[in-house]
């Protein structure tokens, strides 16, 4: 067993990370860009692309400021000594992938090939349950009641907040120890 897997204990993650993955997910999107070419975009999605990638941008870069800021290590399942709760952490708990999502998604849009979002959607899927619900357990388990409160308030993605059942389940253990 080395190092970061004693650290990190049954949450070792070797393998294809989420910025390779965002990589992959845009490789893959080529292929149907060279088959319709001359590519003939719609204003309108176009644009809408164009602010999707400007948001995927600016949500990565400002939420791996805060890490380090914050002295959390950007890398899935690294060391968390504090939870950061600002910037755009107030209105969703995964703004990294949700960037990557948007920077998958908006290539597609820009290009006017509309059935290629089936990279952004597999994308999504597989941050889901290959980090997302993964790294959750691992920041309950790091952070405790903290964690839980700030779930219960924040959505996982956009949306809706975590569940309130969870939070009030880990309030009365808390108290009963």
């Given at each position: 067993?080395?190092?970061?897997?004693?650290?990190?204990?049954?949450?070792?993650?070797?393998?294809?990370?989420?910025?390779?993955?965002?990589?992959?997910?845009?490789?893959?999107?080529?292929?149907?860009?060279?088959?319709?070419?001359?590519?003939?975009?719609?204003?309108?999605?176009?644009?809408?692309?164009?602010?999707?990638?400007?948001?995927?941008?600016?949500?990565?870069?400002?939420?791996?400021?805060?890490?380090?800021?914050?002295?959390?290590?950007?890398?899935?399942?690294?060391?968390?000594?504090?939870?950061?709760?600002?910037?755009?952490?107030?209105?969703?708990?995964?703004?990294?992938?949700?960037?990557?999502?948007?920077?998958?998604?908006?290539?597609?849009?820009?290009?006017?090939?509309?059935?290629?979002?089936?990279?952004?959607?597999?994308?999504?899927?597989?941050?889901?349950?290959?980090?997302?619900?993964?790294?959750?357990?691992?920041?309950?388990?790091?952070?405790?009641?903290?964690?839980?409160?700030?779930?219960?308030?924040?959505?996982?993605?956009?949306?809706?907040?975590?569940?309130?059942?969870?939070?009030?389940?880990?309030?009365a253990t808390e108290k009963a120890v």
């Amino acid at each position: 067993m080395n190092k970061s897997e004693q650290v990190l204990g049954s949450y070792a993650r070797p393998g294809l990370l989420p910025p390779k993955a965002l990589l992959l997910s845009l490789l893959s999107q080529i292929p149907p860009v060279l088959w319709s070419w001359p590519l003939k975009p719609a204003k309108a999605p176009a644009l809408v692309g164009v602010g999707m990638l400007a948001a995927g941008v600016v949500l990565n870069v400002w939420a791996e400021r805060l890490f380090r800021k914050s002295g959390v290590g950007v890398c899935p399942f690294s060391p968390v000594p504090t939870l950061v709760s600002e910037g755009p952490y107030r209105f969703t708990r995964n703004p990294m992938y949700l960037g990557m999502v948007l920077l998958s998604a908006s290539w597609p849009l820009m290009m006017g090939l509309y059935w290629n979002l089936w990279a952004a959607a597999a994308l999504a899927v597989w941050l889901h349950f290959r980090f997302v619900l993964p790294e959750e357990e691992f920041l309950r388990e790091r952070l405790g009641v903290g964690y839980l409160e700030y779930a219960s308030r924040n959505p996982r993605w956009l949306g809706l907040p975590g569940p309130r059942a969870l939070l009030r389940g880990a309030k009365a253990t808390e108290k009963a120890v």
